[in-house]
């Protein structure tokens, strides 16, 4: 069975720093595009990120760019949302999910709150 | 932009729900539903407007092109109360629409 589990998310505070974890099993990571995918609390969806096969190709939402870096190791079938500058509007939770345009398969979540 | 209606959906167990999707601009092929319940993570129905995923009953189907783009819930059963998603990838970025809740009467 395809899975995704996330980790890493927490309380941090505004302008605060945080590295979301992915872990896959149940599929060849390298094979596979990854997405993150976030829900800010009682909101609806809204894509973050994406990292090819290789890693060669990674883009972001205009807003959190220059903030957010995504990274793979395909080798350890992990992949690494590295958070900084956070700012209160970034409270959600973030999701993993695999797919190049749609998502076919979803992690459970990991909740990021920023606050002071 | 994606738009959908209604914002809430109530629906007698048994009956049809018809929920719709509206996108700011004109596309064929590139959108997808899903459902999302109480306190779990998205799970994708249709791609491609029309296509089930895997394990997808046949009572959910999608259809439309253009600007309007619909899914229908056939049969409704309790397990289907939830928020559904559509969402265009014609266009980057990606872009979902605002959901819509069904309830079961």
């Known amino acids: 069975e395809m899975q995704l589990v996330e980790s890493g998310g927490g309380l941090v505070q505004p302008g605060g720093s945080l590295t979301l974890s992915c872990v896959v099993s149940?599929?060849?990571?390298?094979?596979?595009?990854i997405n993150w995918v976030r829900q800010a609390p009682g909101r609806g969806l809204e894509w973050v990120s994406y990292?090819?096969?290789?890693?060669?190709?990674?883009y972001y939402r205009d807003s959190v760019k220059g903030r957010f870096t995504l990274s793979r190791d395909n080798a350890n079938n992990s992949l690494y949302l590295q958070l900084s500058s956070l700012r209160a509007e970034d409270t959600a939770i973030y999701y993993c999910?695999?797919?190049?345009?749609?998502?076919?398969?979803w992690g459970q979540g990991t909740l990021v709150t920023v606050s002071s | 932009v994606m738009t959908q209606s209604p914002a809430t959906l109530s629906v007698s167990p048994g009956e049809t729900a018809t929920l719709s999707c509206w996108a700011s601009q004109s596309f064929t092929d590139n959108l997808a539903w899903y459902q999302q319940t109480p306190g779990q993570a998205p799970k994708l129905l249709i791609s491609g407007v029309s296509t089930r995923a895997t394990g997808i009953p046949a009572r959910f189907s999608g259809s439309g092109s253009g600007t309007e783009f619909t899914l229908t819930i056939s049969g409704l059963q309790s397990e289907d109360s939830a928020v559904y998603y559509c969402q265009q990838y014609n266009d980057w970025p990606p872009t979902f629409g605002p959901g819509t809740r069904v309830e079961i009467k």
């Open positions: 999910v695999s797919g190049d345009y749609y998502y076919d398969v």
């Open positions: 990292i090819s096969t290789s890693g060669s190709d990674v």
């Open positions: 149940g599929f060849s990571l390298s094979n596979s595009e």
